[in-house]
């Protein structure tokens, strides 16, 4: 009989992340910050709730979206900041006001 645990430590909350998305990205700007920031460890899942700024550029587009992040635990979410922070698409982090 496999073991299964009722207990769900992920986490959510809501960020404000400015990110860039190349020009030869296949989806439009909230499905290509999504899928960037879902790929980032501690991260399990990314959906923008709003789009917020737009900057165009030449070979990339920088853009500033609300996000709700969910991680994977309380851990995660101690240094998400700082996890954000360190992957290459992510330029800032701020608490969403």
């Known amino acids: 009989m496999p073991l299964t645990s009722t207990t769900d430590t992920r986490q959510r909350t809501t960020r404000l992340v400015t990110t860039r998305i190349p020009n030869r990205a296949t989806g439009d700007l909230e499905t290509e910050a999504e899928r960037r920031l879902a790929r980032i460890d501690g991260v399990v ?3 923008v709730d709003e789009l917020r700024g737009l900057e165009p550029a030449l ?3 920088t853009v500033t979206v609300a996000v709700t992040l969910e991680t994977s635990d309380e851990t995660a979410e101690a240094n ?3 996890r954000l922070l360190d992957a290459p698409c992510v330029e800032d982090v701020t608490a969403v006001s």
């Open 45 to 47: 899942a990314a959906t």
């Open 59 to 61: 070979s990339a587009t």
């Open 80 to 82: 998400l900041r700082e």
